[in-house]
């Protein structure tokens, strides 16, 4: 019987010749040498792995080739095989694979908004052609990072007030640490101009403006983007513009000892926004004129008296409250 057990260090088959000459108990004059060869297949033998990838996104680890690599050694065409993932918390996703596979794949999902863990148990086996010989479990470290998934947000400014949104975990939804946000066009709503455009901003901002005599609002399509280089889906940020009120310089006339109102109106003598309520004061009245006060309300109302034979003029400053 001829025996033994040799190890192939290398990623390639080698041979080994013996050389054997036969010997009987009766020694026989025409006994004849004669050769084994063994081929030795080599089995892989790989270091432990590890890789990062983001939420929901397909992985794939291929160990290197190398007699031995940086992967250790992986002779050419090994395949795998492995059993389902064990998580750290927060992961999900992640299935066993039985049939030999060219690298190890799959897709995990992150719930947290910090990174987490997959180890899979991973079997290698040589191929077809340098034997099938499976080598010992080694394992791979899957870190999966995380997504930002942002609900929708909202603020309320006044017109050309600058606003600024800073999405908070978990109140906000999924926020990793450092994600940044990106949008690409101006928001879009009726009578509002302004706003800016954002690329890796970590604070969603701008100032709108707003032309309307009552609260419009206006939506902006912001994309994040978490360490990592993790996209998120995009999400909306409605900003709701309440107007001012901007009164332009009137002038009225009326007659001496008759009843008047002033009541500013939208569109001719400013944007007045609904519901504005105004104070007033007076800063002068000329000739000998009477009959104008201080006062507060929706319209001025007043009767002024004037003593002379020429016109004469009451001039009032308005300081219009917004609702």
């Given at each position: 019987?001829?025996?033994?057990?040799?190890?192939?260090?290398?990623?390639?088959?080698?041979?080994?010749?013996?050389?054997?000459?036969?010997?009987?108990?009766?020694?026989?004059?025409?006994?004849?040498?004669?050769?084994?060869?063994?081929?030795?297949?080599?089995?892989?033998?790989?270091?432990?792995?590890?890789?990062?990838?983001?939420?929901?996104?397909?992985?794939?680890?291929?160990?290197?080739?190398?007699?031995?690599?940086?992967?250790?050694?992986?002779?050419?065409?090994?395949?795998?095989?492995?059993?389902?993932?064990?998580?750290?918390?927060?992961?999900?996703?992640?299935?066993?694979?039985?049939?030999?596979?060219?690298?190890?794949?799959?897709?995990?999902?992150?719930?947290?908004?910090?990174?987490?863990?997959?180890?899979?148990?991973?079997?290698?086996?040589?191929?077809?052609?340098?034997?099938?010989?499976?080598?010992?479990?080694?394992?791979?470290?899957?870190?999966?990072?995380?997504n930002a998934e942002v609900l929708t947000l909202?603020?309320?400014?006044?017109?050309?007030?600058?606003?600024?949104?800073?999405?908070?975990?978990?109140?906000?939804?999924?926020?990793?640490?450092?994600?940044t946000y990106s949008w690409t066009a101006l928001?879009?709503?009726?009578?509002?101009?302004?706003?800016?455009?954002?690329?890796?901003?970590?604070?969603?901002?701008?100032?709108?403006?707003?032309?309307?005599?009552?609260?419009?609002?206006?939506?902006?399509?912001?994309?994040?983007?978490?360490?990592?280089?993790?996209?998120?889906?995009?999400?909306?940020?409605?900003?709701?513009?309440?107007?001012?009120?901007?009164?332009?310089?009137?002038?009225?006339?009326?007659?001496?000892?008759?009843?008047?109102?002033?009541?500013?109106?939208?569109?001719?003598?400013?944007?007045?926004?609904?519901?504005?309520?105004?104070?007033?004061?007076?800063?002068?009245?000329?000739?000998?004129?009477?009959?104008?006060?201080?006062?507060?309300?929706?319209?001025?109302?007043?009767?002024?008296?004037?003593?002379?034979?020429?016109?004469?003029?009451?001039?009032?400053?308005?300081?219009?409250?917004?609702?």
């Amino acid at each position: 019987l001829i025996t033994g057990t040799f190890s192939n260090t290398s990623n390639n088959a080698h041979s080994v010749t013996f050389n054997i000459r036969p010997i009987l108990a009766i020694e026989c004059s025409n006994s004849n040498n004669f050769t084994v060869v063994i081929t030795v297949n080599p089995k892989p033998a790989i270091t432990a792995m590890s890789a990062i990838s983001c939420d929901g996104v397909l992985f794939q680890v291929s160990p290197v080739v190398g007699n031995p690599g940086v992967n250790g050694l992986v002779p050419t065409g090994t395949l795998y095989t492995w059993t389902a993932p064990t998580y750290t918390a927060s992961l999900s996703g992640g299935l066993s694979q039985t049939a030999n596979q060219a690298f190890l794949s799959g897709t995990l999902f992150n719930s947290s908004n910090t990174i987490q863990t997959a180890t899979y148990q991973v079997v290698p086996v040589s191929s077809p052609s340098l034997g099938n010989c499976v080598g010992a479990t080694f394992t791979v470290q899957v870190g999966i990072l995380p997504n930002a998934e942002v609900l929708t947000l909202s603020q309320t400014v006044c017109s050309g007030i600058p606003f600024a949104i800073t999405p908070t975990h978990p109140g906000d939804g999924i926020i990793p640490a450092n994600t940044t946000y990106s949008w690409t066009a101006l928001p879009t709503g009726p009578f509002i101009t302004g706003g800016n455009l954002g690329t890796s901003a970590s604070v969603i901002s701008g100032t709108l403006s707003s032309t309307s005599d009552i609260a419009r609002s206006a939506t902006f399509s912001v994309t994040p983007t978490s360490p990592g280089g993790c996209g998120g889906a995009a999400f909306s940020v409605v900003i709701t513009v309440r107007p001012f009120a901007y009164i332009n310089a009137m002038t009225r006339i009326f007659c001496d000892g008759v009843p008047f109102t002033i009541t500013p109106t939208h569109n001719i003598d400013g944007t007045i926004a609904v519901g504005t309520t105004f104070s007033w004061s007076v800063v002068s009245q000329t000739g000998g004129l009477t009959g104008a006060t201080n006062g507060s309300g929706t319209a001025l109302t007043a009767t002024l008296n004037n003593p002379t034979n020429v016109q004469q003029t009451a001039t009032y400053i308005f300081t219009p409250s917004v609702p």
